[in-house]
């Protein structure tokens, strides 16, 4: 008979109670730890040391939110202007349970460890990207030369093409939605949204459908088939949204008879088959050398045919990657524009400043997607993509929220084996330090770029805490002085398919609409900024719902 959790059990002839046996447990893990935190506590400390009872990003910390005495998930936004007060690196060490960390927001060490390099003594661990393989092997989980070999074939299908695709869907997305949610409604003058994350995240995800998938879909809800299979855009949305549970749950409780479970399991196995058609389709597209579309997924597969068999990624990898991308590009984008949209909203002079940018290059009424020209008697529409460039005050809006609420908010790796920090000196001392870093010490090794700390660190921003998207004006595209994509080769691939679709996304808008907070009963403006402008992290890090009030512009002038 099964022992319940008050009888008692019966070990090596004696009778121990249940609770005693776990007390007597817990007893042992607590000295082991003790002892192997005073050992610690011991050894050289190169970087000043910070305490917390359990070790952020993993259980049971996880389970408790951000206080004093734990770090729990966002420690790093809490902690943005006091944690890096003596030095720009620290050591976290927890006292009950999980491993000690060094954390840093100095740019220099993140260049030296986010390489990706094959001489590189650092990786990116495999935990960390555990949640990104479930669709097969890609760019944003691998490592060394397998990392390597991914970039080959991805890293063509970023280019010009497909950046022309991106500033024309999100156009034709942004018009969609005016459509069907009834913003263009004639005699409408504003709309309340209460949590605008809502429409962004729909935005993004529809940009990347169109863009990374080449799966044509609109904003209004697609319509079932004919032949009652799910529609694939119903499948790709239950799969982004049921990410986590396909993740963790085991196979089997999707075959339980609970109607949502089965839905997303059928909705999974039919984007897998699909997917596949959709590469044996594409391949014989490029085979035949007709005239391919620019979307990621089919110059993704062109890319991975002009390899040679050495470098060239399998069907598992190729789905692998189109699927990162939508990951990768999804949610961080959405976060970042609703963030932009809520700086709008407190700071109407920069608002004010960046429509008269949009309104001197793209007019009043122009489209900046397409012109009408007149070629021998006959009208033909062009496709232009000048104004992404001119439009460098709308990029800066998008750049400083993406500052300040860094969406990829830590880039973590690990010391393959013993190594040397080159450490910059403190602000006003020339140099830097050689610090030893030996794999192994503490138990295993993690050092954490925190792209918050980063982001805040005075050494870098005047007023960091300030928003002020002018210290981005003008900016060259891809200028490393920019580090929320990250830095060096391993720096963020879809930079610029994030800031094209942002630099048109809102042109559209701020023309349209002037954008101010929704407030609540009684609340100021500034109490509105405090209320909402802070950070949520749930795996990308975002602002709390935001909610805005959109006010119709009469049609202006520069
Ligand atoms: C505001 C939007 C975005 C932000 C803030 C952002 C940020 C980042 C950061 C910080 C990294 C480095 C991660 C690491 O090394 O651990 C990264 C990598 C990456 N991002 Fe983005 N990202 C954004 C949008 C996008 C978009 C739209 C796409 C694709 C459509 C994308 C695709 C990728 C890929 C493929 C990598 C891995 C590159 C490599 O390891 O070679 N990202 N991103």
């Excluded at 397998?146 to 299908?157: S, T």
């Excluded at 500033?167 to 209460?194: A, F, L, T």
């Excluded at 590469?279 to 597209?285: G, L, M, T, V």
């Amino acid at each position: 008979m099964a022992a319940s959790a008050s009888s008692p059990l019966s070990v090596l002839g004696s009778v121990v109670h249940p609770m005693s046996a776990v007390a007597a447990i817990l007893g042992v893990y607590t000295v082991i730890n003790a002892f192997k935190l005073v050992n610690f506590l011991r050894t050289t400390a190169y970087f000043p040391r910070v305490y917390s009872i359990f070790q952020p990003f993993a259980l049971p910390g996880l389970l408790f939110p951000t206080t004093s005495w734990n770090s729990g998930l966002d420690w790093h936004w809490a902690g943005r202007f006091k944690t890096y007060a003596e030095a720009e690196t620290v050591q976290l060490v927890p006292l009950v349970s999980g491993i000690s960390n060094l954390w840093t927001s100095n740019v220099d060490i993140a260049r030296q460890v986010a390489v990706g390099s094959h001489r590189s003594k650092w990786f990116k661990p495999e935990g960390s990207s555990q949640v990104l393989l479930m669709w097969g092997m890609n760019i944003v989980a691998a490592d060394g030369s397998m990392w390597r070999k991914h970039r080959r074939v991805v890293g063509p299908a970023f280019g010009v093409d497909l950046y022309k695709l991106v500033w024309k869907k999100s156009r034709d997305i942004y018009n969609d939605m005016m459509n069907v949610e009834g913003w263009d409604r004639e005699g409408r003058k504003s709309v309340d949204i209460p949590v605008v994350q809502q429409y962004m995240l729909k935005f993004a995800f529809l940009v990347i459908i169109n863009c990374g998938f080449g799966f044509p879909s609109t904003w209004a809800v697609p319509p079932s088939s004919k032949d009652g299979t799910m529609p694939i855009q119903e499948a790709l949305r239950l799969v982004i949204e049921h990410n986590m549970l396909l993740l963790f749950l085991p196979k089997w409780i999707f075959r339980l008879p609970i109607a949502k479970l089965q839905r997303v399991r059928a909705a999974r196995e039919r984007l897998i088959s699909f997917m596949h058609e959709q590469i044996a389709k594409r391949q014989e597209d490029v085979a035949s050398g007709k005239e391919l579309q620019s979307d990621a997924f089919t110059m993704l597969v062109k890319a991975n045919q002009d390899e040679d068999g050495k470098y060239a990624l399998d069907d598992d990898e190729l789905i692998g990657n189109i699927f990162v991308l939508m990951f990768a590009g999804h949610e961080t984008t959405a976060h970042t524009l609703a963030a932009t949209l809520g700086f709008m909203a407190l700071h109407q002079d920069i608002q004010e400043e960046v429509l008269q940018q949009i309104l001197e290059i793209v007019g009043s009424e122009r489209d900046p997607v397409s012109i009408v020209i007149f070629l021998m008697k006959r009208v033909i529409n062009v496709q232009i993509f000048d104004d992404y460039g001119k439009l460098d005050k709308v990029l800066a809006i998008f750049y400083e929220a993406a500052r300040m609420f860094p969406a990829g908010h830590v880039l973590i790796r690990e010391a393959s084996e013993d190594t040397i920090l080159q450490v910059q000196n403190p602000v006003g001392e020339e140099g830097t330090t050689s610090v030893p870093i030996q794999k192994g010490t503490q138990a295993r090794f993690q050092l954490i770029v925190d792209m918050i700390g980063l982001q805040y660190n005075p050494r870098y921003f005047d007023q960091p805490e300030v928003y002020r998207p002018s210290r981005w004006y003008g900016l060259p595209a891809d200028s490393e002085a920019f580090t929320a994509f990250s830095i060096g080769p391993r720096a963020c691939l879809g930079r610029r398919f994030a800031t094209v679709e942002a630099t048109c996304f809102l042109a559209l808008l701020l023309r349209d609409w002037k954008v101010t907070p929704l407030l609540k009963e009684g609340e100021t403006e500034k109490q509105w900024g405090e209320r909402v402008m802070h950070a949520n992290i749930v795996v990308t890090l975002g602002a709390r719902d935001i909610p805005l009030r959109f006010e119709r512009r009469p049609v202006l002038q520069p």
